[in-house]
């Protein structure tokens, strides 16, 4: 995934832009329900070193700070702005490029990355890279969004302006939301991490929950974009934006597919 003229932050989701603290916030609000109980059931050393990776408001760091005992967190981020959650004396943010910026070999026990990998270019390489952080027997946690669910919604009108969101990150930033997440598990194999298994959740939309803000706030903030597509126009993505907020308006969302893996064994003791 190369040669794309913009990439994330540029324009599209930049931290600065009207309403993203409040959008990224919604995400969290989304998912950290099913990260947290996903991070809190894994079998981790005392002590662990843990990598937040993309960290957006820091919520995820901030619990692996607060839960995990005696974790050392390293949050990383391009754009450290929006950090809303707590900054504990364990956590340490960082400003990284998770496609050019380094860490050393096996220097984590626990790395976790979310809504992240699918949007940055050349990412089966950085994968690599990320798994070369991964202290022998560490675990990856990795979570991405799939579009499926959504070719079921069944506004067609609400279908169509959400795919259409899809096509535009794809068409400007080079996102893949469609195959990245769901190929990941075997991506993992092919590098050499073991008992990768995988959990997938699908939330509903609706006028009082989190996914309706999430998709509130990222239809507005892609008008522009999806208004160019064939067959599409402001008008329509307005006309979603409302009926999002209807007492009765219920449909699917994007799955998250949330992927587990354990790195690959250090040298046999001799
Ligand atoms: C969709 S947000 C997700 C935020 C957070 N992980 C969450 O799930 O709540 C993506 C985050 O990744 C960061 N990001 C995007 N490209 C990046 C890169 N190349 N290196 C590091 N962070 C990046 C963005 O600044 C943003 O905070």
């Not at 005392?46 to 005992?69: I, K, S």
């Not at 939330?203 to 999430?214: E, K, L, M, Q, Y």
Request: with cysteine; net charge negative.
């Amino acid at each position: 995934m190369t040669g794309k003229a913009e990439s994330y932050g540029q324009k599209i989701f930049s931290h600065s832009a009207a309403n993203e603290r409040q959008r990224l916030a919604a995400l969290s609000d989304v998912l950290d329900p099913v990260t947290f109980s996903v991070l809190a059931a894994l079998p981790l050393r005392e002590e662990p070193r843990c990598l937040e990776l993309g960290a957006g408001t820091g919520t995820v760091a901030a619990w692996m700070a607060a839960h995990l005992p005696g974790a050392q967190v390293t949050a990383t981020d391009l754009d450290l702005s929006l950090i809303t959650a707590h900054r504990p004396d364990n956590v340490r943010f960082v400003h990284h490029d998770i496609t050019s910026d380094r860490f050393p070999a096996e220097s984590f026990d626990l790395i976790h990355g979310r809504y992240l990998l699918h949007h940055v270019p050349d990412r089966d390489r950085v994968l690599g890279e990320i798994v070369r952080w991964l202290a022998p027997g560490g675990t990856l946690v990795l979570e991405d969004p799939a579009v499926f669910p959504l070719h079921a919604a069944r506004d067609p009108l609400y279908r169509a302006v959400c795919l259409g969101a899809v096509e535009v990150l794809a068409q400007r930033i080079g996102s893949d939301c469609v195959d990245w997440a769901l190929d990941l598990a075997s991506k993992a194999g092919d590098l050499g991490l073991t008992d990768v298994t995988v959990r997938v959740t699908c939330p509903t939309v609706s006028h009082d929950n989190a996914p309706g803000r999430f998709w509130q706030l990222t239809l507005a903030h892609l008008r522009p974009g999806i208004a160019t597509l064939p067959g599409l126009g402001s008008r329509e993505v307005a006309e979603v934006i409302a009926r999002i907020s209807r007492p009765d308006f219920l449909d699917l969302s994007m799955a998250t597919v949330t992927t587990i893996a354990t790195g690959p064994a250090g040298p046999a003791d001799p």
